[in-house]
C-alpha cells in the first residue's frame, strides 16, 4: 500500500496559484507512479495528473492541462503540484495516491492506492 500526507492547500483568488505537496512515509513512494486525484463537492473523485517513478513522464487531463504541472523530488519522497491560473472550478479537496495513466486523459488510481486526508483548495473571489 502506498500512502501519503498531502499539504498546501488554501484560499486563492481566481488568477493565482498554490503549490501542493505530497510526501510518502517511509519508501512508500518507491517505483510507483503518483498521481494528483480531486473531488469537488457533489461530484466524483478524478485524477488529474499522474507522474512516473523516474519523473521524466507525466500525463495531465485536458482540464488542467498547461496550468498545472506535477514533478516529484525523490529523495524527499515528495511529489508536488504547481497550480497556475486557478479557476473557481479547480475547488475541490486535492488527493495524491499512485497511479496509472490508462488513455489520453484518463489517470486512475492503482491497485495499491491508499486515500489520505487530502488537502483544500478553494479558489473564490
Known amino acids: 500500500q502506498v500512502q501519503a500526507v498531502e499539504s498546501g492547500g488554501g484560499f486563492v483568488e481566481p488568477g493565482g496559484s498554490l503549490r501542493l505537496s505530497c510526501t510518502g512515509s517511509?519508501?512508500?513512494?518507491?517505483?510507483?507512479?503518483i498521481g494528483w486525484f480531486r473531488q469537488a463537492a457533489g461530484r466524483e473523485r478524478e485524477g488529474i495528473s499522474c507522474?512516473?517513478?523516474?519523473?521524466?513522464?507525466?500525463w495531465y487531463v485536458d482540464s488542467v492541462k498547461g496550468r498545472f504541472t506535477t514533478s516529484r523530488d525523490k529523495a524527499a519522497n515528495t511529489v508536488y503540484l504547481q497550480m497556475n491560473s486557478l479557476k473557481s472550478e479547480d475547488t475541490a479537496m486535492y488527493y495524491c495516491?499512485?497511479?496509472?495513466?490508462?488513455?489520453?486523459?484518463?489517470?486512475?488510481?492503482?491497485?495499491?492506492?491508499?486515500w489520505g486526508q487530502g488537502t483544500q483548495v478553494t479558489v473564490s473571489s
Open positions: 495516491a499512485a497511479c496509472v495513466s490508462v488513455a489520453p486523459g484518463v489517470i486512475l488510481p492503482s491497485s495499491v492506492a491508499q
Open positions: 517511509g519508501a512508500a513512494f518507491d517505483g510507483y507512479a
Open positions: 507522474i512516473t517513478w523516474s519523473g521524466d513522464t507525466a
